[in-house]
């Protein structure tokens, strides 16, 4: 399984990622706090086959056993969230002391593992409580984050030296209130948008909290990214395609490097953004440390505000290889992306904080789980790492998605991205083929094999 092209340089992070709800379960044990996630995943017809995560991968109670496939595989590194509820389950005020010493106890056994941990601290399991009182679209929910992560960092800032603030805003505010796919359902530009920008304030404050309580810690936040490219070199397409990345990439990205809301998507969403108060834009560029970026596939756009016959012929096509999300596998994406983040926006370091792909993974008669696509998609999208940090992109660390299958979301227990297979019924783990490859990348990295 050796591939000397994937040599990286001397302290570059491998790792794996997981999310809280996604994972845990004990979804109401130990006086954990509902969350919205808890609340969706309840209501009937809102993820596929009724599923929940009340239990999910049992990692509340498994976490030791994770930990030592986590070390038998050789991560470095492992990127977990905290779920919010659990550590304040009204969201504000009152803390529970055993939400915050499972997470203690969480980090204590990844440093003893040779484990360095990366907290994220909000990966979209608000508490319900705070949703009750308006969410996001609140900007009391900004504040409240700010006290939550006033909770967490001083419990873990003595041992937990790399932090995100948020995961994938833009899921968080577009998916789920404008939308309506993820949790809390809504449908609402004007919510989505306020939602967005209170998420980017809860950032900004929750850095603040971060610089006081974790000196010298490295602090970002991670933002997904998918790429647009036309259809065709139509102008109807290329309008397509900017719109699309404003929208997705652009919203976020921009004020967070200090050049404020694009000026062309708030004429496109004619909202007033009346939310948006004196000095907020200047207190969410604060610098961060890093940018954690999350990729999987680009987007083709192709415009809907001109008939097929009045556009241009389309000249880009998908690729012949799709992934069980229905996303095309395009490692090329990721290379160019890293390049305009480095070259055009210019933040002091990278993390690919997920990447990854769901296949239809099953245990072969000999009980392991051989997932070569998986295996292929990995090594292409690192390759294509090594050749942007080759150009002079500060690309730190790697993490893979998922360190095992889990709750994904709208879709339940039917999509895995897992390295490491779980049997739902059983809570057994199998350490897949692509998990075993990505150890020994990360042993050849490490010059632990010849």
Not at 277 to 297: R, S
Not at 397 to 418: C, I, P
């Amino acid at each position: 399984m050796s591939d000397q092209r994937l040599l990286f340089p001397k302290g570059f992070v491998w790792g794996a990622a997981t999310a809280s709800y996604q994972i845990e379960g004990a979804w109401d044990e130990d006086g954990k706090g509902e969350s919205i996630w808890d609340r969706f995943s309840h209501t009937p017809g809102k993820v596929d086959n009724g599923d929940t995560g009340d239990a999910a991968c049992d990692h509340y109670h498994r976490w030791r056993e994770d930990v030592a496939l986590m070390r038998e595989m050789g991560l470095k590194a492992y990127r977990f969230s905290i779920s919010w509820p659990r550590v304040l389950p009204e969201g504000r005020g009152r803390v529970n002391p055993a939400g915050l010493d499972f997470y203690s106890r969480l980090v204590d056994g990844l440093l003893e593992a040779g484990i360095e941990p990366f907290v994220t601290l909000y990966h979209w399991d608000l508490p319900q409580r705070l949703q009750d009182e308006g969410g996001w679209p609140e900007r009391t929910s900004a504040e409240a984050f700010a006290g939550y992560t006033e909770a967490v960092s001083r419990a873990l800032g003595d041992r937990v030296k790399h932090w995100i603030t948020l995961n994938e805003p833009w899921v968080s505010a577009f998916v789920g209130y404008r939308d309506g796919r993820h949790a809390p359902g809504h449908t609402n530009l004007h919510e989505a948008l306020a939602a967005a920008h209170h998420l980017l304030l809860a950032h900004a404050q929750a850095l603040a909290v971060l610089r006081g309580n974790c000196p010298g810690a490295a602090l970002g936040i991670t933002l997904n990214f998918t790429p647009q490219e036309p259809a065709s070199p139509s102008r109807a397409d290329r309008d397509a395609a900017r719109w699309i990345d404003g929208y997705i990439n652009r919203w976020f990205l921009d004020p967070l490097a200090g050049r404020g809301y694009p000026a062309d998507m708030a004429q496109a969403f004619a909202d007033p953004l009346e939310f948006v108060m004196p000095g907020d834009m200047e207190t969410i560029a604060a610098p961060v440390d890093f940018l954690g970026i999350n990729y999987y596939t680009r987007n083709i756009a192709r415009s809907e505000a001109v008939g097929e016959e009045e556009n241009a012929p389309r000249t880009v096509f998908r690729g012949d290889e799709i992934t069980e999300m229905d996303w095309e596998v395009y490692p090329e994406g990721l290379y160019r992306l890293l390049g305009r983040l480095h070259f055009g926006y210019d933040f002091p370091a990278i993390y690919i904080t997920e990447n990854g792909a769901a296949f239809d993974d099953r245990p072969g008669p000999d009980g392991q789980v051989d997932d070569p696509a998986r295996l292929a998609y990995l090594r292409r999208h690192l390759e294509k790492v090594r050749q942007a940090i080759e150009i002079g992109v500060p690309v730190r660390g790697y993490f893979a998605w998922s360190l095992m299958d889990n709750f994904e979301w709208a879709f339940g227990y039917s999509k895995r991205f897992g390295l490491v297979y779980v049997d739902y019924p059983t809570q057994r783990r199998i350490l897949k083929s692509s998990a075993k490859w990505y150890g020994q990348v990360i042993r050849e990295n490490a010059g632990e094999t010849g």
